[in-house]
């Protein structure tokens, strides 16, 4: 089946030019980290060990073209866009100054004039124009994605797949090449005493050939041990599996002179255990005038030893753990040959959902950022355990996993996961569950954890128990269980899902009349005191959850207490939160002995989120739905800012003067805290997010 769709190529999911420059866009499985794709048809990023570790290039890893129209001259070239000014490339440090930029990419080579990348996750598409070459090039680039099928969906790999045509009316020979840096152990330079070990095998296996990279110096349980490979199913392949040794330029120089002069690498070194160096892979075809092929290469790799780092330190600071893929495909070459075996059905099954969803009637600034944000899911954000648990980061910086443990109050605001794939979701609630009450009396008491350790099991401090993330937890359940019917879910966790929701009375409505007060740790970091819209409505959502929850499995005990409690607070709620225009926060101290961090009578944006997510999970209205219609129409109004222009922010820029932004909070009527709460100035994607899908879910389409 043909990658190459034209019902796909519509100016929002186009970009050119400059618009090149920072895409990235990631190819790998779930939880196996992934290679990104750059804006000119390059890879970047290679987040393949267990690790974030943005802006980075692996030094000789290019794809590039040979042609020879009948009777011409042959060319030779990178198969590249031209660089793109500015572009974030291999660092600021020595490679960078006064030493020729981004020459490790070969970037002396000619290349082509000019590119178009067309992102529609789970696929990109990339056209290569280049004047007087006789042929069309266009790239296509997927991991499987496959809604309900978590196996395909987690391949350690990256499919690219090149369509030449022949447009003149001659004969054309062509050799298309990928060349890879051995990957294992990169970044981590032997010593004197601990030198590379590395092999660059060619493999073969029915119609598949690859070159399979190893490092010996790395074995057991050590965190850099690995494989990669580089594989093909052409028939007609010409292989450099190691480039010659040599000094200064003296590898690149031999490889280029040969494949110029023939477009064929027939010369090959002999393969040893020696220090890291690339392999070439070339696919040959003859295409008569106006025919076309597509030729497919495959990336795939396999670090069996996860670990955890903080502070951008080099060493792990916890014991190694299996990643799930690790345990399917054990080296990078099993993982080759299943794929290339099952490409046609995965390749199918992968472009049917992206026709699902952008050939649907959504608009395409919906369905661009549905898509641009599900890709996360193929990032190095999300990791699988070795029994598949999903399990996931905050989000990444550059060089480490930022805020450990699935935290419940961040991933309160992802929905992709628990639709696309609720077998992963389904993992997380028992991950959860099992592992998240170990912090001494309060976990006997019903406080969790919000943060899973790694390994499972480990115990931890508490640090606090997040309200919004506790209570968001048991609604996730209740939504979960209505995506799959799965009545041992419920069976199995309803206990500690009502343990936890019962903690409420320890802490957050400890005279249990339905509406919150006490000590409300949440997502922002602090903890909220006295009664307040965002843990108010969690836990009004979190009631009607455990009620509809117990009903089904017997306890009308339980099921008719937890909806009197909820009828209370919604009077509670609408009576004592509500000003006529939003809903704010109630304080119990007077502005002499007023704790720091509150929000007061400000507009919170995320003010109604937990009745967002009680209607995303079928429970219905928490409070009179005109009073949310209106907060959310006011949270519009006034947070909203098109653009930020004057908007006065002392603590993290996510967004410029001259940018729109949604805001966390303001105060149109005074009132706001010399403290008030921590990011309160800034703009988080994530919130617009949800705002915005709150919008539309109550009619305000315009507005989201």
Sequence with gaps: MSLFRPAFETAPYTFSGDHLREIAFPLGGIGTGCISLDGRGGLRDWEIFGRPNKNTLMEKTFPCLWVQEEGEVPKAMALLGPRVRNWVGEGAGFWNYGHGQFF??????????????????????????????????????????????????????????????NRSNRKVKASLAWTMMNPVAEGFPPSAEDKDLCSNHVVRDGAVTGILFSNDRFAGRDHRAGTACLSTTWSDVSLLPQWSSGAWFDAVQSFWTEFRETGRLEGHAPVSHQERSPGTLAACVTLEPGEEVEVPFFISWTFQNSVKYWGGDSEPKAEPWTPWHATKWPDAWQAAKEFHLRRDE????????????????????????????????????????????????????????????????????????????????????????????????????????????????????????????????????????RIT?????????????????????????????????????????????????????????????????????????????????????????????????????????????????????????????????????????????????????????????????????????????????????????????????????EVWTGIEYQVATHLALVGLKEEA
């Design 346 to 481: 995965l390749t199918e099954k992968t472009l049917a959902f992206e026709e699902a969803l952008f050939t649907s009637d959504l608009p395409p600034e919906i369905i661009q950022s549905v898509s641009a944000t599900t890709s996360i899911l193929h990032s190095p954000t999300v990791i699988r355990l070795e029994d598949g648990s999903f399990w996931a980061w905050e989000g990444c910086s550059c060089n480490e996993g930022c805020c450990t443990g699935s935290c419940t109050h961040v991933w309160n605001y992802s929905v992709a996961q628990a639709w696309l794939f609720p077998e992963m979701q389904e993992s997380m609630r028992r991950t959860d569950y099992k592992n998240s009450f170990n912090c001494g009396p309060q976990g006997r008491e019903g406080a969790m954890n919000f943060r899973v350790m790694i390994p499972l099991g480990a115990e931890a401090p508490l640090w606090h128990a997040a309200s919004d993330g506790q209570l968001g937890g048991v609604v996730q359940l209740y939504r979960d269980w």
């Design 104 to 165: 490790k990419q070969m970037d002396g080579l000619p290349g082509f004039d000019s590119v178009e990348f067309l992102g529609t996750f789970p696929m990109a598409r990339v056209k290569f124009h280049k004047d007087g070459l006789p042929l069309q090039v266009e790239l296509a680039a997927f991991n499987p994605f496959i809604p309900l099928d978590c196996r395909s969906s987690s391949f350690p790999g990256a499919c690219l797949v090149y369509r030449l045509k």
């Design 485 to 681: 019917g799965d009545q041992k879910l419920i069976e199995d966790l309803w206990p500690a899902a009502k343990r936890a929701l019962e903690f409420s009375w320890v802490q957050w409505d400890r005279d249990q009349d339905g509406l919150v007060d006490g000590d409300q740790h949440n997502t922002y970091d602090i903890n909220f005191q006295g009664p307040n819209p965002l843990t108010q409505f969690f836990y009004l959502a979190a009631l009607k959850a455990g009620a509809a929850i117990a009903a089904h499995l017997g306890d009308v005990a339980s099921s008719a207490k937890y909806l009197d409690l909820a009828e209370r607070g919604r009077k509670l709620t609408e009576e004592r939160l509500w000003n006529g225009r939003f809903f704010v926060q109630e304080s119990p101290f007077t502005e002499k002995d007023a704790p720091k961090y509150q929000h007061g009578h400000g507009c919170l944006s995320d003010q109604v989120f937990g009745q967002l997510c009680a209607s995303l999970a079928g429970l219905g209205d928490l409070v009179d739905p005109e009073l949310v219609k209106r907060a959310l129409k006011t949270i519009y109004e006034l947070n909203f800012q098109r653009p930020l222009g004057d908007h006065e922010n002392l603590q993290r820029v996510f967004a410029m003067p001259d940018e729109p932004g949604l805001i966390l909070c303001s105060w149109p009527d005074g009132g706001r805290p010399f403290y008030p709460f921590v990011y309160s100035d």
